[in-house]
């Protein structure tokens, strides 16, 4: 028993020296395997990690695989890991070279590698590696891995929950639902719906048979009717015709009575001429004293150029009334003019208009300074009235120049009328909503006879914006719950009746007339 006591521990002893003799040797080829330890003390660098574990004082600083240093100290410099360097005397390494930490084995400390970069300055005595990777560990794997498991669980403990509402859906609503569509089909309630329709086309058919019907029996009473007014206007054309006839004898008779005045009115003329010239032989008798002397010769010298303007303004006296319509293209608002041009002797005129605006009459404007407010308040009040314009003109050849009141406010204008009145180019100056005056500019050309088509820029100078309107106290159309104002471009068309044109109107309007009654 004491033999094999013995042999035992022997046996146990000398296990323990073979396993000490292969620790010894693995431990001898690793180390033989690595550079030499010695390093030099002249040359000194650091470097800043976010994570410097598995890095101790002593680990290898390695370039290409050789050792070229080791780690001298460790510390921690604000958010970083500071990490000191012992290099090699006399070793040059570039300024932008990168440092990487690298593992030497899965569970084994970390080592330093140097990967040297291309600039040709130099990195000096105690100076920082700014280029470093962090490179990867085995802990840092395990603690993201540790740090995503709870997420991962719970999506999946979130799918689960999906998965269990979804079959509880399935299970109960949509089950409930599909019931419900079978029995809404079973008891088919799509048969009357299409049995009505059918009816309703039925009586839709015998609605429209009932109406052709009734055309064909009115078409007799139609044609009667149309023989009727046929006769009528027949009738009527009988009575123009006649009454046209008297106007036109009227008016020769009324030309012949004008024509037997031209000769008195030209021999006064010409007597007022002489006398007032000193001409003829009893210039200076009784009568020439009389108007040759002082005020009484200057009053009939005026008497005579009233005359004499008078008979000549006879045959220039033309006028017209007209229609214009015109479209604002922003605020899509119409405006409406009733407009008249009454000409006068040596070439002056009167022009008169009457204009429905979308605005309204002139607004009549306020500004209150109430405390606690902005500097002032601005009140403006529209009210749904008419504009109207009263300008006096003069023509220039084709020039025309007005002024007066535009639009209900003080305004000038001029006119340049070209091709016998086909083309007119207008321009006027006048009161705008805001401190700016305002200029509407206008182009109207002739298509038919005292037709034109126009278009143009209204509030040229001000800033397109748009009103809020103020509802209370009382409601506004709709077209004005948000007035838009400034400059905006507009089209329409314009209509003229001249002399002429206003005669005829009324012979043939007033002939129907007198035949209605």
């Not at 020439?288 to 004499?308: M, Q, W």
């Amino acid at each position: 028993m004491q033999r094999r006591g013995v042999f035992r521990w022997i046996s146990r002893g000398v296990t323990a020296v073979i396993l000490v003799a292969v620790v010894y040797g693995g431990v001898s080829l690793f180390k033989s395997a690595m550079p030499t330890q010695s390093v030099g003390q002249d040359f000194h660098a650091f470097a800043l990690f976010r994570d410097g574990s598995r890095l101790a004082p002593g680990s290898p600083v390695m370039i290409a695989g050789v050792r070229v240093g080791e780690v001298s100290r460790l510390g921690v410099e604000g958010d970083f890991a500071r990490v000191d360097l012992t290099l090699r005397d006399g070793l040059t390494i570039p300024i932008d070279s990168w440092i990487t930490k690298r593992a030497e084995s899965a569970f084994g400390d970390s080592y330093l590698e140097v990967v040297m970069g291309d600039s040709d300055t130099m990195l000096r005595e105690g100076g920082q590696l700014d280029h470093l990777e962090e490179g990867g560990s085995t802990d840092t794997v395990l603690r993201a891995i540790a740090r995503a498991l709870p997420k991962i669980d719970r999506g999946l403990d979130t799918a689960h929950d999906v998965m269990l509402d979804g079959r509880s859906w399935v299970e109960g609503t949509l089950r409930e639902r599909a019931a419900d569509l079978d029995r809404w089909l079973v008891d088919d309630p799509i048969t009357p719906a299409l049995k009505r329709a059918d009816d309703a086309m039925t009586r839709f058919d015998d609605g429209t048979t009932r109406a052709a019907d009734a055309v064909h029996d009115a078409a007799p009473r139609i044609d009667r009717g149309l023989d009727t007014a046929n006769k009528a206007i027949a009738s009527a054309r009988t009575q123009i015709a006649d009454f046209r006839r008297s106007l036109t004898d009227a008016l020769s008779s009324a030309r012949d009575g004008m024509d037997r005045v031209d000769k008195p009115i030209d021999d006064a003329t010409s007597l007022l001429a002489a006398i007032d010239q000193g001409s003829g032989e009893d210039w200076k008798g009784t009568l020439g004293r009389l108007v040759n002397n002082g005020d009484l010769a200057n009053e009939i010298d005026d008497v005579t150029d009233t005359v004499a303007g008078g008979a000549a303004g006879l045959n220039r006296f033309r006028s017209w009334l007209g229609f214009r319509f015109e479209l604002n293209y922003f605020s899509r608002q119409p405006r409406v003019y009733v407009t008249a041009e009454l000409n006068a002797r040596d070439d002056k005129f009167y022009y008169l208009e009457l204009s429905r605006d979308p605005l309204g009459g002139y607004p009549e404007t306020e500004l209150d300074d109430n405390p606690g407010t902005a500097p002032y308040t601005r009140t403006i009040d529209l009210t749904d009235n008419l504009r109207f314009t009263a300008q006096f003109g003069k023509r220039f050849g084709p020039l025309q120049l007005r002024g007066g009141m535009k639009d209900s406010t003080p305004g000038a204008g001029l006119d340049l009328v070209l091709d016998n009145n086909r083309v007119r180019l207008s321009g006027d100056v006048f009161g705008g909503f805001e401190a700016a005056p305002r200029v509407k500019l206008t182009g109207a050309v002739a298509v038919f006879r005292g037709l034109y088509i126009l278009g143009g820029v209204d509030d040229a100078l001000a800033t397109p914006g748009y009103l809020p309107i103020r509802a209370d106290p009382s409601p506004v159309p709709n077209d004005l719950k948000v007035v838009r104002y400034g400059r905006d471009y507009f089209f329409g068309a314009s209509l003229h009746f001249d002399d002429e044109d206003v005669a005829t109107l009324l012979r043939i309007y007033g002939a129907l007339f007198l035949a209605s009654l």
